[in-house]
C-alpha cells in the first residue's frame, strides 16, 4: 500500500526521485498522468491496467464518462525509474499541476499523488478543517 507524505523537489533536469520507502511497491515503470483537483496521479502498471479497463468500460455516450476518460488517458505517460529512483516528468504533466520546484509526494492506498507544495498545503489545511463532515457523510454510505 503506497502512503505517507514525503518532500522532495525538482532537479534541474526536472526528474523527481520517489521516496526510498515506497520504490520498491511502485516498481521499475509506473503510469503518470493528470489527477483531480490540479495533482498528477502515479499509478504502479498492474494498478493502471485495471484502471484503463475500467475506463475503456464506460458508457461512451454519456459526456461525462468521456470527458473523465480523456482526462486520465490523453495525460498518461509511462516513465521508469532510472537507476537513483527518480522519474522524469513531462512538461505538459508539470505544467497541469503546476509543479515547480517543491513537489509532495503522497501515498494514497494504490496510487501516488503528486503536488506542488503549496497547492498540498491549502488542500490538506482545508480538508483538516471539514474532516468531521468528510466523516458524516462516508459513515451515511456505510464507509465509517
Known amino acids: 500500500m503506497l502512503i505517507g507524505e514525503y518532500k522532495h523537489t525538482l532537479d534541474p533536469k526536472k526528474r523527481l526521485a520517489v521516496p526510498s520507502k515506497i520504490r520498491k511497491e511502485l516498481g521499475e515503470r509506473a503510469v ?63 505544467d497541469y499541476a503546476g509543479l515547480q520546484k517543491a513537489v509532495m509526494v503522497v501515498g494514497v492506498g494504490k496510487r501516488l499523488e503528486l503536488w506542488d507544495d503549496a497547492k498540498w498545503a491549502a488542500y490538506k489545511k482545508d480538508i483538516e478543517k471539514n474532516g468531521d463532515q468528510l466523516a458524516e457523510k462516508l459513515g451515511e454510505v456505510g464507509m465509517i
Open 32 to 94: 503518470l498522468t493528470r489527477g483531480l483537483e490540479n495533482c498528477l496521479f502515479v499509478f504502479p502498471m498492474k494498478e493502471w491496467e485495471l484502471v484503463a479497463e475500467k475506463l475503456s468500460a464506460l458508457p461512451m455516450g454519456q459526456k461525462d464518462s468521456r470527458g473523465f476518460a480523456r482526462l486520465l488517458l490523453s495525460g498518461a505517460a509511462e516513465v521508469e525509474l532510472d537507476q537513483l529512483g527518480r522519474i522524469l516528468i513531462p512538461e505538459n504533466l508539470r
